[in-house]
């Protein structure tokens, strides 16, 4: 259950977004804090559900929360998201999803057996990085650093990638965290190894954040309750564990809403046995908008920027408004 209540687009613990609304209002930054936390942002994959996520971004930039952060971790889609977020391109990022990216260039299940990916990184990359600009150089001077996480094919593990300095470095790193099996073409090669999605190894990297030292995570989800599978203990269904065993990684991949669901009980229980100390936050899309992680229809795609946005904005003044309530002035 969640802590304090409950809300459609909000669960587990609000102090995260406490913390995130006095660093504003102190006008802390990373490296020049005025309290002892350390607060992670987690983004995970989706595909195109992560129209959602890319709206939540979004407005927590607009409503000046971005220099609350300490750390942020991407994986799939969701690492250019953060990297999008990081660099201060979170609305270009946003309309990107329905004005670039829906189109039948970036997405076509026709190609499927072809010599051309279905999903193609190559135009993810044109979209973000040209039409789009990224501050690629920048992603390596942020005061918050990014952690792009993939998944090693030698074993399907999940890593958090290291040593890219240029901007070359950047963009691989980031193609070899969304390189879906199959869908995407062979794996990424990067720092010698082959990698995939880093939603095979790691739906989200919230427990990763937690080890790694940070005392308060903010999680963004690409589903809202509607979009999560009624049993998050159902595991593996036998399709997806068959096509795991034809393209490993593939059938894990495409259990999301069962996978999302098991991470979502971590969030909203403090007493699970996998998560340790910490405060852990999710925020949800309030509703769904029908974008599934390969839909390249515009109307639906803005439609979920716009929930996502709308989302993020209730979540934050939610929390605000407590915290007018417990001010004795």
């Known amino acids: ?57 979004r407005a927590l930039e607009r409503a000046g929360l971005q220099p609350g952060f300490d750390e942020v971790y991407g994986a799939s889609s969701g690492s250019f998201s953060a990297a999008a977020f990081l660099t201060g391109n979170a609305e270009d990022c946003a309309t990107c999803f329905h004005e670039d990216l829906s189109t039948e260039a970036f997405i076509n299940m026709k190609r499927l057996g072809s010599r051309r990916p279905v999903v193609s990184l190559d135009h993810l990359v044109d979209a973000i990085g040209s039409r789009r ?3 690629w150089a920048g992603l390596g001077r942020t005061p918050a650093p990014l952690r792009i996480v993939a998944t090693d094919t030698a074993d399907l593990t999940p890593h958090t990638l290291e040593g890219m300095v240029t901007d070359a470095d950047w963009v691989q790193a980031l193609r070899a965290s969304a390189s879906i ?93 996998d998560r340790g100390p910490g405060h852990l936050l999710a925020m949800a899309p309030s509703r769904s908008a029908g974008v599934g992680s390969l839909c390249v229809d515009a109307d639906p795609l803005g439609e979920a920027v716009r929930i996502g946005d709308e989302s993020a904005v209730a979540a934050i003044a939610s929390v605000a408004l407590e915290g007018r309530d417990l001010d004795p002035a």
Do not use: N
């Open 1 to 57: 259950m969640d802590s304090e209540g409950s809300l459609p687009f909000l669960h587990g613990d609000r102090d995260v977004m406490r913390v995130l609304l006095d660093r504003r209002a102190d006008g802390s930054t990373p490296g020049a804090r005025h309290d002892d936390h350390r607060v992670a942002l987690v983004i995970g994959g989706g595909g195109m559900r992560g129209t959602y996520v890319a709206g939540m971004l």
């Open 133 to 135: 600009p990224m501050d």
């Open 181 to 273: 099996p199959l869908l995407c073409g062979p794996p990424v090669s990067y720092g010698g190894r082959r990698w995939v999605d880093g939603s095979v190894g790691e739906p989200l990297a919230m427990l990763r954040a937690l080890r790694g030292g940070a005392t308060h995570v903010l999680v963004m989800l690409c589903r809202g309750a509607d979009d999560m599978h009624e049993d998050a203990d159902a595991g593996m269904s036998l399709w997806a564990r068959t096509l795991d065993r034809i393209v490993p990684g593939l059938g894990t991949v495409a259990q999301g809403s069962r996978r999302y669901g098991a991470e979502l009980r971590i969030v909203t229980d403090a007493a699970h046995p």
